[in-house]
């Protein structure tokens, strides 16, 4: 027998195996499909109320972080995305409560903002990047821990941090981790070339936006492994970053003798012959506080003296990836997500307060 009529062989065998047969019992391991249900939920059972005994629910371990989620309101709206409108988010964020047991879905303080709870960033930036390539168009605030009250005590979740790192670099990170109210619960080393397990006990404030800092500290030889604890006493106030942002100014297209100067004051996230609007966040200060600049200025053709003036050496801009950028941004701050761009600006609603 030839290898393509083989081939065509499995294949029908397969396509028998696949095809839907309608029956009326099915047995334990057969897979079937029960259609006339709407509203059934997965764990949830099937069976007649005469005779019939629920099994247990499958118990999900509760969200410990959330994040707002929100229509895209920048300047930019509307040039990359085919889903733009609040109905359109709110459709495909219950949508995704059918096949994920571990998110809740709660409306927010407006019509077009939804809060997201999920297990962790990484739970939340998943659905972010899926919801980006199917062609949604929105804005998403900073993480925010879930905390408790029981018996008028408030609590806040805590994770079990594991860090290798290098002996060479182990100062720095202890440092890190201490400033973030981590407490030390085991330290070994590994036997490789004198690199060090570090095992801590963390609140969940702490974790977020630290993967960039501990990589920052150790000159990227860390590794970082987080994982659920517990819920525990609220530890107090963790300041997670130091510096402040760098916002555009105005509206337009930036310009090399522009971000030569800008430079000076910070790292930059943008390139000449970029388009920025009036609140994006195009860099970071080297400083506290955010600071506005002009990068989209033009240098006078009056000006020019000689050839050497006009040229410029400019940095290599920072590239954020998606978590990156989630990890960065504060309480005033939006990560504006399309389906070809990632984003960061300042939210103007907090900022028409001040």
């Known amino acids: 027998m030839m290898v393509g009529e083989m081939r065509a062989m499995i294949i029908k065998r397969m396509e028998r195996m696949i095809n839907r047969v309608s029956t009326e019992n099915v047995e334990a391991g057969d897979i079937c499909a029960v259609c006339g249900i709407s509203d059934i939920k997965i764990g949830e059972t099937i069976a007649d109320k005469s005779i019939g005994k629920a099994l247990p629910i499958i118990k999900v371990e509760e969200p410990t972080v959330k994040m707002s989620f929100s ?28 096949r994920n047991l571990a998110m809740r879905i709660e409306d927010g303080e407006t019509a077009d903002t939804f809060v997201v709870n999920g297990r962790g960033t990484l739970h ?16 998403v605030g900073p993480p925010k821990v879930i905390s408790k009250r029981v018996d008028d005590k408030l609590l806040e ?49 702490g974790v977020l936006g630290l993967r960039n800092a501990i990589l920052t500290a150790s000159r990227g030889t860390a590794i970082l492994n987080t994982v659920f604890d517990s819920y525990g006493p ?44 009036k609140g994006q966040i195009v860099g970071i200060h080297q400083r506290p506080g955010d600071l506005s600049l002009n990068v989209c200025k033009k240098k006078a053709a009056t000006n020019v003296r000689s050839n050497k ?9 920072l590239s954020y990836s998606l978590d990156d950028c989630i990890e ?16 960061m600006c300042k939210n103007p609603k907090l900022v028409k307060r001040r």
């Open 71 to 98: 229509i895209n309101t920048s300047p930019f709206v509307g040039r990359e995305g085919k889903y733009v409108t609040s109905r359109n988010l709110r459709d495909r964020l219950y949508r995704e409560l059918e």
């Open 124 to 139: 939340i930036t998943i659905l972010i990047e899926s919801m980006r390539r199917e062609g949604y168009e929105f804005m």
């Open 157 to 205: 979740p805590f994770e079990i941090a594991t860090v290798e790192v290098p002996e060479d670099h182990m100062g720095p990170v202890v440092e890190l981790l201490g400033k973030r109210r981590g407490q030390m619960l085991d330290m070994q080393g590994l036997g490789l070339e004198g690199t060090v397990l570090l095992k801590y006990i963390i609140p969940t404030r």
């Open 234 to 277: 609220w530890s107090g106030n963790i300041n997670t970053r130091d510096q402040g942002s760098l916002v555009a100014f105005d509206d337009g297209m930036t310009t090399s003798y522009a971000l030569h100067s800008a430079q000076e004051r910070g790292q930059m996230f943008v390139s000449p012959g970029m388009e920025v609007y």
């Open 309 to 317: 003036e006009q040229t410029v050496v400019l940095d290599a801009p």
């Open 328 to 343: 960065y941004i504060q309480e005033d701050e939006l990560v504006e997500v399309t389906p070809l761009s990632i984003r």
